[in-house]
């Protein structure tokens, strides 16, 4: 059975402490990897599609990168508005997405 | 561009009440449809798809069912609502099999 984890379950950073979101998988055929922000009480919002290991993805102070078993997402120095619940999720070959729970994080200025 | 509208934004519904949520997408066509639903603390879960008209699958079997009576419009509907429907329900469309883009939501509770 396909399975997504993320961790930490939350994090919170003081502003311009960079870090890292982890997500790993176990599919038996990765079609794609998503990578959604989303804000309290919203649906998610797009970030990034990586289809192979070693793809890498920017986006202002993001980085999607990805592994034959796992993508990173790195914020670099994150500022209060990168507060949110960022989700991972797999595409085997397939419509179906299979979702990761998911890491609050929250940046303190 | 490509706009999903969901309603409504929020419902609170008796227990063994019906249900119909809609969904729509503007500025595409033939979209794959989505129906999600995400429980607090916990992730995404698949519902239904469709990839046309009146063709939908599901993927969890429970009271709810969809129905795709127009290319852009999905609905998601129950005759008997229970305590265990209660959540945030989500619509997303893609062209293909590519990425899913979602609509803001409707949060359900059930009392």
């Known amino acids: 059975e396909d399975q997504v984890t993320q961790s930490p379950e939350a994090l919170r950073l003081q502003e311009g402490e960079s870090s890292s979101l982890n997500c790993s998988y176990t599919v038996s055929g990765l079609r794609g990897l998503f990578w959604y922000r989303q804000d309290p009480g919203k649906g998610p919002e797009f970030l990034f599609t990586?289809?192979?290991a070693g793809e890498e993805k920017e986006k202002e102070r993001l980085k999607a990168t990805l592994t034959k078993k796992e993508s990173f997402l790195h914020i670099t120095a994150p500022k209060p508005e990168d507060s949110a619940t960022y989700l991972c999720?797999?595409?085997?070959?397939?419509?179906?997405?299979?979702f990761g729970a998911g890491t609050i994080l929250r940046v303190k200025s | 561009s490509q706009t999903i509208h969901q309603w409504p934004a929020t419902l609170v519904q008796p227990v063994g009440s019906p249900l119909s949520l809609e969904c729509t997408v503007e500025?595409?066509?033939?979209?794959?449809l989505y129906w999600y639903r995400q429980a607090a603390g916990r992730g995404l879960q698949l519902l239904f798809y469709?990839?046309?008209?009146?063709?939908i699958s599901s993927e969890v079997p429970q009271n709810l069912s969809a129905s795709r009576p127009q290319d852009r419009q999905f609905i998601l509907s129950s005759k008997k609502l229970l305590l265990s429907d209660s959540g945030f329900y989500l619509c997303?469309?893609?062209?293909?099999?590519?990425?899913?883009?979602f609509g803001p939501g409707t949060r359900l509770t059930v009392l």
């Open positions: 990586l289809y192979s």
């Open positions: 500025g595409t066509s033939n979209p794959n």
């Open positions: 999720a797999v595409q085997e070959y397939g419509n179906k997405l299979v």
């Open positions: 997303a469309w893609s062209v293909s099999v590519d990425t899913q883009y």
């Open positions: 469709s990839v046309g008209i009146g063709q």
